[in-house]
């Protein structure tokens, strides 16, 4: 009796730390699924963009290196336009949204017609 109460005991604390270590760790689940969101979409365009270019530079006769450092090129100037495109929505969405919200504040009770009658 007294091996099964503390085997059980073992086990609850057991359970308990391992909820806390997987607890501690769970705001890496959003991250993850965002990730996911955003890298699948990359490396299916990438997949896209970079196939085509391979096999056109391996037909053409170039050395297997240089097709790789023109491959790795390719790359590093897509993920560079794609930080800059994501930096510029960055900046550009909270300017975009204060515009609207102060052009939302000071309408003045406008109606959106120009008909006097309507008024």
């Given at each position: 009796m007294w091996s099964l109460i503390t085997s059980l005991?073992?086990?609850w604390a057991l359970f308990k730390l391992l909820l806390k270590t997987l607890g501690s760790m769970a705001w890496l689940i959003p991250v993850?699924?965002?990730l996911k969101l955003i890298?699948?979409?990359v490396l299916i365009v990438l997949a896209i963009l970079a196939a085509p270019i391979f096999i056109i530079l391996a037909i053409i006769g170039f050395p297997i290196m240089l097709v790789i450092i023109a491959g790795?090129?390719?790359l590093v100037g897509f993920f560079f336009l794609l930080s800059m495109g994501l930096l510029l929505l960055k900046i550009a969405i909270p300017v975009i949204l204060i515009y609207w919200l102060f052009k939302w504040l000071f309408r003045n009770g406008r109606k959106n017609s120009i008909d006097p009658a309507v008024d």
């Open positions: 005991l073992a086990k993850a699924f965002i890298g699948l979409p790795i090129v390719l």
